[in-house]
């Protein structure tokens, strides 16, 4: 999968698996934070998409928290780690 088809993937999953009605995957830039200021998920959120993810690609996370933070940090920094647990 190229890496722009694995990034628009991850934002459709965004949207899909979390039911963003005023969000399209048009609206999700890359390097924008996806919790807090940026897209404003919250960690409720954060296991939704984790799981959604976990399916989607077949692969697994840590259990350390400060971890998880940089990988789920923005759709950039998802692609990366999919890209790490898939090659």
């Not at 005023?22 to 924008?32: A, F, Y």
């Not at 960690?43 to 990988?71: C, H, P, Q, V």
């Amino acid at each position: 999968m190229q890496r722009e088809e694995l990034e628009q993937k991850i934002k459709e999953i965004v949207v899909s698996s979390l039911d963003l009605e005023d969000i399209t995957i048009e609206d999700i830039e890359t390097d924008v934070p996806l919790f807090g200021e940026g897209l404003g998920l919250d960690s409720i959120d954060a296991l939704e998409l984790g799981m959604a993810i976990r399916k989607n690609f077949n692969i697994t996370f840590s259990s350390d928290k400060a971890e998880n933070k940089k990988i789920f940090y923005s759709v950039k920094t998802l692609a990366d780690y999919v890209e790490t647990q898939t090659a």
